[in-house]
């Protein structure tokens, strides 16, 4: 069973900042992971699937790299509606499995 | 523009049984496979089963395997989580999800409804 393991667990950004967010695979997905977005009290929305290609209606800024094992969401520069937990996904190994996420803070 | 809204969450005593409806609407539901997710409060996200567009196969998380049943009418564009035997720890919020039409195993998830809170009480 593949382990997704992000970090860090907590990033304390301004806005306007550039955000690195990482997720390593405890065995090669191949390029079959996604990022997904969730503000308190709302479900997740898709951002990025299969390592980098962005969902319908994602604004530009968001960005998705990598493959095998490590992976990285990269948001260029952070807006207020940015601050959230983002999650990764991995759907090439049996069973489909989330990570643990990572909160974007406002510092 | 695409809708999912799940119902019928609620308490329920340990071991009881409950059923969680999905109605889909502004897409072709019988095309897309469709998911069942789920968030225990302050935790992250799971995934817990997951049916083909016809109905015909089922995948399902080994933690819920024997005990949850999904299934699908899609003369209605609904989708149904029959959970039984439930424990203290499936306890969470359980999120209906639109599979991603894109090639590859398994799959991804671009539409989710709101949720619906299950508790399970000891």
């Known amino acids: 069973e593949i382990v997704l393991t992000q970090s860090p667990a907590t990033l304390s950004l301004s806005p306007g900042e550039r955000a690195t967010l990482s997720c390593r695979a405890s065995q090669s997905v191949s390029s079959y992971l996604a990022w997904y977005q969730q503000k308190p009290g709302q479900a997740p929305r898709l951002l990025i699937y299969d390592a980098s290609n962005r969902a319908t209606g994602i604004p530009a800024r968001f960005s998705g790299s990598g493959s095998g094992t490590d992976f990285t969401l990269t948001i260029r520069s952070l807006e207020p509606e940015d601050f959230a937990v983002y999650y990764c996904?991995?759907?090439?190994?049996?069973?489909?499995?989330f990570g643990q996420g990572t909160k974007v803070e406002i510092k | 523009e695409v809708q999912i809204l799940e119902s019928g969450g609620g308490l329920v005593q340990r071991g009881g049984s409950l059923r969680l409806s999905c109605v889909g609407s502004?897409?072709?539901?019988?095309?897309?496979?469709m998911s069942w997710v789920r968030q225990a409060p302050g935790k992250g996200l799971v995934w817990v089963s997951t049916i083909s567009g016809d109905g015909r196969t089922t995948y399902d998380a080994d933690s819920v395997k024997g005990r949850f049943t999904i299934s699908r009418d899609n003369s209605k564009s609904t989708l149904y989580l029959q959970m039984n035997s439930l424990r203290a720890d499936d306890t969470a919020v359980y999120y209906c999800?639109?599979?991603?039409?894109?090639?590859?195993?398994?799959?991804?998830?671009?539409?989710w409804g709101q949720g619906t809170l299950v508790t399970v009480s000891s």
């Open positions: 502004g897409f072709t539901f019988t095309k897309y496979a």
């Open positions: 999800a639109k599979v991603v039409l894109v090639p590859g195993p398994m799959w991804y998830f671009d539409n």
């Open positions: 996904q991995q759907r090439g190994n049996w069973p489909l499995a």
